[in-house]
């Protein structure tokens, strides 16, 4: 029941330990594709044993700078939703993650880019009351994707699959090939 209308976007994530745990919580919730955005740093190489072989199953798309991205999230009708602590956020739990949306994570040491947060369409955050105002960022993306599998389960969007059954026999012919 893979969720095609709900995409992560990574920004610059340093650590392929974190881009492989974020995989796994994306194959978990059904999030077929996230693209890794990188224009600073190397493409990570995310290794099938880190991964649980989650890049098996979740495609990933390249894209070496933001704007190329989210220009090619909004030409296909998603909105685009930055994670940030920002004046202007939103927090998760007011936020309609049944519509067609790209999020966005940022590195572990400094977030999003000032550019990612102008391209998005909205800003979110997650809630915290402790001293520390940050999450390990796999584990900020397990929180937000969980939040809107919720939702999704909710409104009965893991019901019925979204693609045609021989679009979904070519899915698994390539994972086959993987």
């Not at 955005?37 to 989650?54: G, L, M, T």
């Not at 739990?93 to 400094?110: C, M, P, S, W």
């Not at 009965?156 to 899915?171: A, H, P, V």
Request: aromatic share 8%.
């Amino acid at each position: 029941m893979r969720q095609f209308d709900l995409q992560l976007i990574l920004e610059e994530i340093h650590d392929p330990h974190n881009v492989s745990a974020i995989l796994r919580t994306c194959d978990a919730v059904g999030v077929q594709n996230v693209s890794l955005v990188y224009n600073v740093n190397k493409f990570p190489k995310v290794s099938r044993i880190s991964s649980a072989s989650a890049k098996k199953w979740v495609d990933i798309l390249r894209f070496s700078s933001i704007e190329d991205c989210v220009n090619h999230y909004h030409q296909n009708g998603y909105k685009v939703i930055a994670t940030a602590i920002t004046k202007n956020s939103f927090d998760i739990y007011q936020v309609d993650f049944t519509d067609k949306v790209a999020i966005i994570l940022g590195n572990e040491h400094f977030g999003v880019t000032q550019k990612a947060l102008e391209l998005s369409d909205a800003c979110i955050s997650i809630p915290m009351k402790g001293m520390v105002q940050s999450l390990n960022v796999s584990v900020a993306a397990s929180v937000v994707l969980y939040e809107a599998y919720r939702q999704r389960m909710n409104a009965g969007m893991y019901q019925k699959s979204k693609i045609e059954k021989s679009e979904l026999d070519k899915m698994i012919d390539l994972w086959c090939e993987k």
